[in-house]
């Protein structure tokens, strides 16, 4: 693997770890040995060892009581967040993996900048890439790093093959199985995921505030017809007028018109006794679809 074959990678992140076991000394003294390590190492343009986090833990034990204590509390947190279900699963698993990230050691800033080709699976580890560092999160820590990376990765590979949210969301509904999609995700430098609100996500979860992902309401067409049962109703402006559902609407008869023999000097023009417009369906609407209702000049 690339972790074991870069110098100054994860092994000599170990390397540096039996060092610190084999020649005890106090916090002061170490910290100091490292600082001269990761000179030499940064003028030889290698990783400095001393910035990886198993270094920063065992250099500084305020900072692994803390990242303990985190660990403990996201391991009850990710328990209880749900990865069937819609929207549910779908923020459940990218919100176990945030966690998970977090409770490794990484800060929101590092999260927030992971690629997919920067974490990897390996057996029962993750190996993280943090700038020229790795990171390697095992079961040890009680999260269960790799199923929480597996799950959001399953949804990636899902939406690579089938781009659809619907499609996603009906089988994150009927709590498809989605393991056999995790070969399609695609690993690339696209973010390992999309949320920009890292920070609030992980915050509001260790608080005991994860948001409620609600469902969102079901999409209603608009449609331009009213339909009713054994009827259709055409509606144009404020004028309706319903029909039986005939192959095509039948037409409008205008109120006849009365005019006197254009021989006769009385000729004139009589209006119809009605008021109101007399609505025409125009005559180029083809069958079957709305009427244009075109009031008649008088």
């Known amino acids: 693997m690339r972790r074991l074959r870069s110098p100054g990678g994860a092994g000599a992140a170990e390397c540096a770890a039996e ?22 190492h940064t003028e030889a343009e290698l990783p400095a ?29 990710v328990r209880r967040i749900p990865v069937i279900g819609w929207p549910g699963g779908l923020f459940g698993r990218r919100d176990a993996l945030l966690l998970t990230l977090a409770a490794a ?27 020229e560092n790795w ?23 899902f939406l690579d093959r089938y781009p659809s949210t619907q499609l996603v969301a009906d089988h994150l509904d ?8 995790a070969d399609s995700a695609r690993r690339d430098e696209r973010p390992l995921q999309n949320t920009q609100s890292v920070t609030v996500l992980i915050r509001e979860h260790l608080a005991g505030q994860a948001p409620i992902d609600k469902r969102p309401p079901a999409r209603r067409l608009r449609r331009r017809h009213a ?4 009827s259709r109703t055409w509606l144009t402006s404020s004028w309706t007028r319903a029909t039986t559902n005939a192959a095509s609407p039948p037409a409008v008869t205008p109120t006849p018109t009365s005019r006197t023999s254009p021989t006769s000097s009385t000729a004139s023009r009589t ?12 005559s180029t609407a083809p069958k079957g679809t709305d009427l244009e209702l075109v009031p008649t000049s008088g």
């Open 174 to 181: 009927k709590g498809a199985d989605l393991s056999a999609f």
């Open 135 to 157: 990171i390697r999160v095992t079961v040890e820590s009680g999260i269960g790093p790799i199923v929480a990376f597996q799950s959001w990765v399953e949804v990636l590979g």
């Open 19 to 40: 060092f610190l076991a084999e020649h005890l000394a106090t916090d002061g003294t170490q910290r100091r040995r490292f600082t001269a390590i990761n000179t030499v």
């Open 271 to 282: 209006k119809p006794t009605n008021s109101s417009p007399t609505c025409l369906p125009s």
């Open 105 to 131: 050691g990484l800060s929101f800033e590092q999260i927030a900048r992971l690629r997919s080709t920067d974490v990897t699976a390996d057996h029962d580890a993750l190996a993280i890439e943090v700038g």
């Open 49 to 77: 060892p001393g910035r990886a986090e198993v270094i920063r833990q065992l250099l500084d034990t305020a900072r692994a009581d803390r990242l303990a204590r985190t660990r403990e509390r996201v391991a009850q947190v």
């Open 227 to 230: 339909r009713t049962r054994g």
